[in-house]
């Protein structure tokens, strides 16, 4: 006999998007002895965008490491079709920059892939009840820099290329100068925006808009 949690679960509708089939499986089994319903598990993001519409998942697991069509992108067109659907990424590595793309895009909620399944279990139930979600990744910490500092034409050129996850050789070819004043006007610029590595930079850059200026 179900208990009353495990009856209040089971309305819960999830959808598994990820390109392997024994992930996929893995996860599914979990949910289902947690009492959570599986609906459809897709190979890759086009398959879930069709699953969205059709099936219409509560939640929707989508792997950010995908062949094709990105999780970022899969996100994005998942919340065109089904925007009801409170959506959670599955990273592969606890990288910030990642985390913070992947919400940008619509994600409720982040998780690594070696998060434990309690955790999964958990977190689909926090955002399925529209719970906000403090600290679902580990990644995610990552300090917010002051959006008021004043940058020149040169850093915010600079930053831009580091949200484009260029290293200092491939953004001195370039600007067309040396390695050596790449690295230079890193420092000043991470000094000035108070940040101590290139992911918090590129956050910066991502949401203060410099990333998308050309």
């Given at each position: 006999?179900?208990?009353?949690?495990?009856?209040?679960?089971?309305?819960?509708?999830?959808?598994?998007?990820?390109?392997?089939?024994?992930?996929?499986?893995?996860?599914?089994?979990?949910?289902?002895?947690?009492?959570?319903?599986?609906?459809?598990?897709?190979?890759?993001?086009?398959?879930?965008?069709?699953?969205?519409?059709?099936?219409?998942?509560?939640?929707?697991?989508?792997?950010?490491?995908?062949?094709?069509?990105?999780?970022?992108?899969?996100?994005?067109?998942?919340?065109?079709?089904?925007?009801?659907?409170?959506?959670?990424?599955?990273?592969?590595?606890?990288?910030?920059?990642?985390?913070?793309?992947?919400?940008?895009?619509?994600?409720?909620?982040?998780?690594?892939?070696?998060?434990?399944?309690?955790?999964?279990?958990?977190?689909?139930?926090?955002?399925?009840?529209?719970?906000?979600?403090?600290?679902?990744?580990?990644?995610?910490?990552?300090?917010?820099?002051?959006?008021?500092?004043?940058?020149?034409?040169?850093?915010?050129?600079?930053?831009?290329?580091?949200?484009?996850?260029?290293?200092?050789?491939?953004?001195?070819?370039?600007?067309?100068?040396?390695?050596?004043?790449?690295?230079?006007?890193?420092?000043q610029t991470f000094a000035t925006l108070k940040v101590h590595n290139r992911t918090?930079?590129?956050?910066?850059?991502?949401?203060?808009?410099?990333?998308?200026?050309?």
């Amino acid at each position: 006999m179900m208990t009353e949690r495990a009856v209040g679960a089971a309305q819960i509708r999830v959808m598994i998007v990820d390109d392997h089939a024994l992930f996929r499986q893995g996860v599914g089994r979990l949910l289902e002895a947690a009492g959570i319903r599986v609906i459809a598990g897709a190979r890759d993001g086009r398959e879930g965008i069709r699953f969205a519409a059709s099936l219409r998942p509560d939640v929707t697991l989508i792997d950010l490491d995908m062949p094709s069509l990105s999780g970022v992108q899969t996100i994005q067109a998942t919340q065109q079709v089904r925007p009801v659907s409170r959506i959670i990424a599955l990273a592969s590595s606890a990288d910030p920059l990642e985390s913070f793309r992947a919400r940008e895009a619509g994600a409720k909620g982040c998780l690594t892939k070696t998060a434990r399944g309690d955790e999964l279990v958990s977190l689909i139930r926090q955002v399925h009840a529209g719970e906000p979600v403090l600290d679902d990744t580990r990644p995610t910490r990552v300090a917010a820099p002051d959006t008021a500092v004043p940058l020149s034409i040169r850093e915010c050129e600079l930053l831009r290329l580091v949200a484009e996850g260029l290293g200092n050789h491939e953004i001195a070819q370039r600007l067309s100068v040396s390695e050596k004043t790449i690295r230079n006007r890193m420092s000043q610029t991470f000094a000035t925006l108070k940040v101590h590595n290139r992911t918090q930079a590129a956050v910066y850059a991502l949401r203060t808009g410099i990333a998308a200026l050309r």
